[in-house]
């Protein structure tokens, strides 16, 4: 059987019914409550979001908000029936993509250590571990400028001004 051709788009308004239901695929959530909660991560100031989709029907999605040199990725997020089909690493490259031009030095996120195929994504496409707790690991990929990870306390430095 042939599979559907994977396309990589910027999220629209329309799509929030399907993001919330590849959500609640993976976590017992309160539908509205999470809704409410994306499309307020949506509304901050340079948030991105793209979702991939396949056959008509959104796979997945990620979803990120910008400073001035770092972007937080705030989920990452793959139906479990679409995994294993590049989808996780093209929604990766479409927000490198998107955040690059805007000279971002760094994009962070947070992985639960345990999951091992996550891990093992996030290590191919160049993203480091810097800190780590109990159940999450703190995840970057670095791009460039004077950007520094301060691994006590988590948090990015810069001695540079933004790239324009």
């Not at 976590?27 to 949506?42: I, K, M, P, Y």
């Not at 997020?77 to 089909?85: G, Q």
């Not at 990929?141 to 006590?152: L, M, Q, V």
Request: net charge positive; charged share 25%.
């Amino acid at each position: 059987m042939k599979r559907a051709r994977l396309t990589v788009r910027p999220y629209r308004p329309r799509d929030c019914k399907m993001v919330v239901e590849i959500q609640a695929e993976r976590t017992v959530c309160c539908r509205e409550f999470f809704c409410n909660t994306f499309r307020g991560v949506l509304r901050l100031p340079g948030a991105k979001c793209h979702v991939a989709e396949a056959g008509g029907k959104i796979q997945g999605y990620i979803v990120a908000g910008s400073g001035v040199i770092m972007t937080e990725v705030h989920d990452l997020v793959v139906l479990r029936t679409a995994r294993w089909r590049e989808i996780a690493s093209a929604l990766l490259k479409a927000l490198e993509g998107d955040v690059l031009p805007r000279g971002m030095e760094c994009i962070n996120l947070r992985v639960m250590s345990g999951d091992k195929d996550a891990l093992a994504l996030l290590r191919r496409h160049g993203y480091q571990a810097y800190a780590g707790v109990t159940d999450d690991m703190q995840m970057h990929k670095h791009f460039g400028g004077t950007a520094k990870i301060d691994p006590t306390s988590s948090q990015l430095t810069s001695s540079s001004t933004p790239r324009s």
